[in-house]
């Protein structure tokens, strides 16, 4: 989505809606639907999967669950919306979306952007609850060279300490499906896992960041090791001290 608008060069944050976000918005439809009846099995089948995966692979987390999302809703596209600051990693405070995994017939468009304060994702952080979206590039015309287009686009949000940092989605491509309660239901459990792994892998890129770190102050403690073994055997206060914090911030 958003890397196409980018070869287009269009100004994402810059554009002009062209329709009311009521006009795109038909949420109320998924009650009114005739709904499939639950899939329990499936569904506990698929969180099970889930779980597994983030155990085992946690850094694939998102395209695993990305295409958990298109199995159970059985759409054409399915995918996560992260807010970021750098376009390559998560952050609360991003003014913009990222993709990080996308299944189905958008997965050309994984790592694509759209803005936090115009776009669908950001309509649904601001109004903080699950909406449905038909044909979303009649407000937002950064989205109308993405093919193919989205005839209908489920969205859920999903949070990390009470605070929305991103969506979870779903799009229908065709009008040969459409959303229903059960994709509703089904996706706001699968939106509480999103949460889950997401703050698995910040726990990750949190121990990235500091394994360096401690890795020099273990170094330091061998070298001063070292050194009492080669020197006198008494070291001076400033080393003490500095070696004292070094082993506490490493435990």
Request: hydrophobic share 35%; charged share 25%; with cysteine.
């Amino acid at each position: 989505m958003a890397n196409s608008a980018k070869s287009h060069d269009v100004p994402l944050d810059s554009s002009v809606p062209t329709a009311s976000l009521e006009s795109i918005l038909c949420t109320e439809e998924l009650q009114r639907r005739p709904s499939r009846p639950p899939d329990y099995e499936k569904e506990n089948c698929a969180l099970v999967k889930l779980v597994s995966a983030l155990a085992d692979s946690p850094t694939t987390i998102f395209r695993t669950l990305a295409e958990t999302i298109q199995e159970i809703t059985q759409c054409d596209s399915a995918g996560l919306s992260l807010l970021t600051r750098n376009g390559e990693t998560p952050h609360v405070d991003g003014r913009r979306f990222y993709w990080p995994a996308i299944a189905g017939m958008w997965n050309p468009h994984v790592g694509g952007e759209t803005p936090r304060n115009f776009g669908p994702c950001g309509d649904v952080l601001d109004q903080n609850r699950t909406l449905l979206f038909t044909h979303f590039e009649r407000r937002y015309p950064y989205l109308m060279p993405v093919n193919p287009a989205a005839e209908e686009c489920l969205l859920v949000p999903f949070y990390v300490d009470g605070k929305a940092v991103g969506t979870i989605w779903g799009i229908m491509h065709s009008d040969r499906q459409k959303f229903d309660a059960e994709d509703d239901r089904v996706m706001a459990s699968l939106g509480k896992f999103a949460s889950s792994a997401y703050q698995a892998l910040i726990q990750i890129e949190d121990l990235k960041f500091r394994w360096p770190s401690a890795k020099r102050r273990r170094q330091k403690s061998v070298n001063w090791q070292e050194d009492w073994n080669r020197g006198s055997g008494v070291w001076s206060r400033p080393i003490l001290w500095e070696l004292s914090c070094g082993i506490s911030k490493v435990q």
